[in-house]
């Protein structure tokens, strides 16, 4: 795959706010993303969801505007905008014109030094929240991976940003109005840019909008241990939904693109393995893939199936056969195909700034760099059937974590049955 000539720069402002920025000058466009370092693993107990409820109420008014005012001065610029909260950061990202950038960073500027958070809005905010919460309770495939998520990563890794309906009820104004002055700050927090940008001028208006924030120490947060096993959530249904991980190579491990590879192979596309073996050929199931997800400094396989209950364990059974199967070797042409769809999507995130913008601010959190699309391309390139066999060899897919939804319990494979829960 042929690159344009990528410039990724980066710059520390004094109060330990990062600039990452990738100078696209053949586009129009711009993107960009502010991460702040404000994530639910800050929640207190019982009042899961703060950091999501605080991201809604930050955009209720800033500066002089009010709430209606701030969605028309984002629309004018013509801002596609977005935000949410994970684990470790809240994220408020968006593209535009090139153009309107800075004029963007203003309201955004506004947004973290002069919010307004009214009380008088605080029960709008918290029913979209709830909204946020019954989407998730309505969605059993994402229940089941947001349960074996806290599960293989422990607390607060694990955690979903959203809450629970009793932990948003429980969140008070002063909740809100507490978190934001603890842990919106500038240290740690990742500004990536992507687009037709001037590196200089990027920098000269940041350091003119930021430079005088100032940083807050933060408390550190103890990871709690993972829990490996079986958990099966009792649900009157005619469909089972299927979930297993199990220890994985993460983003800022030399081994990641192995791993990534090795999981392409069975999941990558309708010509992979298990969407193949477990699907088509078998008809076992009506969606069948399997994902390799990564926190910092840990990463898990996640594999999920959704079919009959009648059909339920033969197709875990068949699941833990083709992940088990991966250890007697990859065939050549098996990641040559993989290596078209990567390459494929590396040239979608060239011509996407909005894609560039995400992809690097993550780099830097994972990295404490960020690779340009060259960098992963000659990654992927030199990938070979060999070096991913020696891979899958020495780090089979062991100790499952599995959690299931539906009628019964299901048993792994040689594994532990399990154990019942509301």
């Not at 702040?36 to 800050?42: E, I, L, T």
């Not at 030199?382 to 899958?392: F, H, I, P, Q």
Request: charged letters at 25%.
């Amino acid at each position: 795959m042929q690159t344009q000539n990528q410039q990724i720069k980066s710059h520390r402002l004094a109060n330990g706010m990062t600039i990452v920025g990738e100078i696209m000058p053949w586009l129009e466009s711009a993107a960009f993303s502010f991460s702040v370092p404000a994530g639910c693993q800050f929640d207190p107990q019982g009042k899961e969801g703060l950091a999501n409820f605080v991201c809604e109420m930050l955009q209720r008014g800033c500066g002089k505007l009010n709430s209606r005012e701030y969605i028309e001065r984002l629309e004018w610029l013509g801002v596609d905008y977005s935000s949410s909260a994970s684990v470790y950061h809240t994220h408020f990202s968006g593209a535009m014109p090139a153009s309107n950038l800075y004029e963007a960073f203003e309201v955004y500027h506004d947004v973290f030094r002069d919010p307004t958070i009214p009380e008088d809005q605080l029960e709008e905010g918290r029913m979209v929240c709830y909204q946020e919460v019954r989407s998730i309770e309505d969605d059993l495939a994402q229940r089941v991976m947001l349960q074996l998520r806290k599960r293989q990563y422990g607390d607060p890794r694990g955690r979903w940003s959203q809450g629970s309906m009793e932990s948003v009820a429980a969140l008070t104004h002063g909740d809100v109005l507490e978190f934001f002055n603890r842990y919106y700050q500038p240290d740690g927090l990742i500004l990536s840019v992507a687009g037709n940008i001037d590196w200089e001028q990027l920098v000269t208006k940041t350091e003119a909008l930021f430079a005088d924030w100032e940083a807050k120490p933060v408390d550190s947060i103890e990871d709690k241990g993972s829990i490996i096993g079986s958990l099966h959530i009792p649900f009157d249904s005619q469909q089972s939904h299927i979930a297993i991980a199990c220890p994985c190579a993460p983003y800022s491990d030399p081994d990641y693109f192995l791993a990534r590879g090795s999981i392409g192979v069975l999941s990558d596309g309708m010509s992979s393995r298990l969407f193949r073996e477990l699907r088509e050929k078998r008809g076992l199931c009506y969606t069948v893939f399997a994902s390799l997800h990564s926190v910092l400094n840990q990463a898990c396989m996640v594999a999920y199936v959704g079919t009959s209950s009648e059909r339920a364990q033969e197709s875990l059974d068949a699941l833990i056969e083709q992940l088990l199967e991966l250890e007697k070797g990859v065939q050549e042409e098996e990641l040559d195909r993989l290596k078209v769809q990567i390459r494929s999507s590396l040239v979608l995130q060239q011509e996407s700034s909005r894609s560039r913008a995400g992809s690097i601010a993550g780099d830097w959190f994972h990295l404490g760099r960020a690779r340009t699309l060259g960098e992963v391309t000659g990654l992927i390139n030199d990938l070979s059937a060999e070096k991913l066999n020696e891979y899958v060899q020495a780090n089979p897919f062991r100790n499952f974590n599995l959690v299931t939804l539906g009628p019964e319990p299901l048993e792994l494979k040689h594994g532990i049955p399990s154990a019942s829960a509301g």
